[in-house]
């Protein structure tokens, strides 16, 4: 059971907008600790998507992007393509645990 | 150009010890936190372990708390994770990671390709 929630599942058809949402507490997003965004392709290592709530590392496409309200955030993809279907974590830190924390991940189909 | 390479994965019976290691290039190694995060085949990620650029800031997950040992050696650019009293579930591909910043724990913006760990008898 991971700290942050995220849908097992998304899928969209190319072109289209998908949300993933990532769900802490008080202790993690709720209490102001940034999250970050990482994409995994099938058999390759996790890639930075989204760092800093909503900012893109160089070469990643605006079509990536983050946001971050309450004690929860989440990742929007537009104009969805066929290379993005891969897995999306979110990541934070948990004051109380004192230790990075993961989503369970999210894995996207584009239909 | 960053590279983070693994290695000293493998087969090990329950009970005993492994040491990974990772080699660090492209980037001053010394400024920087470092990190293992492990995935369990088909499973997501887990955060193991973090040591802060100077080796004075260490933390671990409660899973291998007391078993697990990360060290680095900035002479070397090398990071370390000692593996003792290993377990059937720290099965996994294990990934070193570099932290964007140097004390506490932030965001890892490289990866290495990882290196699997497979402990069965």
């Known amino acids: 059971q991971s700290v942050l929630t995220q849908p097992p599942s998304v899928s969209g058809a190319p072109g289209q907008r998908v949300t993933i949402s990532c769900t802490g507490s008080?202790?993690?997003?709720?209490?102001?600790?940034?999250v970050h965004w990482y994409q995994q392709l099938p058999g390759t290592a996790p890639k930075l998507l989204i760092y800093?709530?909503?900012n893109r590392p160089s070469g990643v496409p605006d079509r990536f992007s983050g946001s971050k309200s309450g004690t929860s955030a989440s990742l929007a993809i537009t104009g969805l393509q066929a290379e993005d279907e891969a897995d999306y974590y979110c990541?934070?830190?948990?004051?109380?645990?004192?230790?990075?924390?993961f989503g369970g991940g999210t894995k996207l189909t584009v239909l | 150009e960053v590279q983070l390479v693994e290695s000293g994965g493998g087969l090990v019976q329950p009970g005993r010890s492994l040491r990974l290691s990772c080699a660090a290039s492209?980037?001053?190694?010394?400024?920087?936190?470092m990190h293992w995060v492990r995935q369990a085949p088909g499973k997501g990620l887990e955060w193991v372990s973090g040591?802060?650029?100077?080796?004075?800031?260490?933390g671990y997950a409660d899973s291998v708390k007391g078993r697990f040992t990360i060290s680095r050696d900035n002479a070397k650019n090398s990071l370390y994770l000692q593996m003792n009293s290993l377990r059937v579930e720290d099965t996994a591909f294990y990934y070193c990671?570099?932290?964007?910043?140097?004390?506490?724990?932030?965001?890892?913006?490289?990866w290495g390709q990882g290196t699997l760990v497979t402990v069965s008898s």
């Open positions: 990671a570099k932290d964007r910043g140097g004390t506490s724990w932030y965001y890892f913006d490289y």
């Open positions: 040591i802060s650029w100077s080796g004075g800031n260490i």
């Open positions: 990541q934070s830190y948990d004051s109380s645990l004192s230790v990075v924390i």
């Open positions: 008080s202790s993690n997003i709720g209490a102001g600790h940034d």
């Open positions: 800093g709530n909503s």
């Open positions: 492209g980037f001053t190694f010394d400024d920087y936190a």
